[in-house]
Nanobody, 117 residues
Framework: QVQLVESGGGLVQSGGSLRLSCAAS????????MSWYRQAPGKERELVAS????????TYADSVKGRFTISRDNAKNTVYLQMNSLKSEDTAVYYC??????????WGQGTQVTVSS
């Protein structure tokens, strides 16, 4: 059974930090590019950050560059998103996403991040 379980969300004041985790199971984690997406109320889901499976090349949305850091631990089947200097506009549900070019893709159930100003 495939699972992507996000954790670490919550309420934080503007300027604060949170670390999201996504624990994967039921598939070969090391073969997947892992990403974090987010969706704010009334807005489309958007890509926040991605990390490749082999050489861990990372990409970020312009809005989070310099503030967020994505990382992965293949031994623990876990991907992380360190979020610093949080702003009210970072408020959203954050989703973990596993993508492979030739295998099924998977989504987590999401974790709420709320930044109060």
């Amino acid at each position: 059974q495939v699972q992507l379980v996000e954790s670490g969300g919550g309420l934080v004041q503007s300027g604060g930090s949170l670390r999201l985790s996504c624990a994967a199971s039921g598939f070969t984690f090391s073969m997947y590019t892992m990403s974090w997406y987010r969706q704010a109320p009334g807005k489309e889901r958007e890509l926040v950050a991605s990390i490749a499976n082999v050489v861990s090349i990372t990409t970020y949305a312009d809005s989070v560059k310099g503030r967020f850091t994505i990382s992965r631990d293949n031994a623990k089947n876990t991907v992380y998103l360190q979020m610093n200097s949080l702003k009210s506009e970072d408020t959203a549900v954050y989703y973990c996403y596993a993508k492979s070019a030739w295998l099924p893709d998977y989504w987590g159930q999401g974790t709420q991040v709320t930044v109060s100003s």
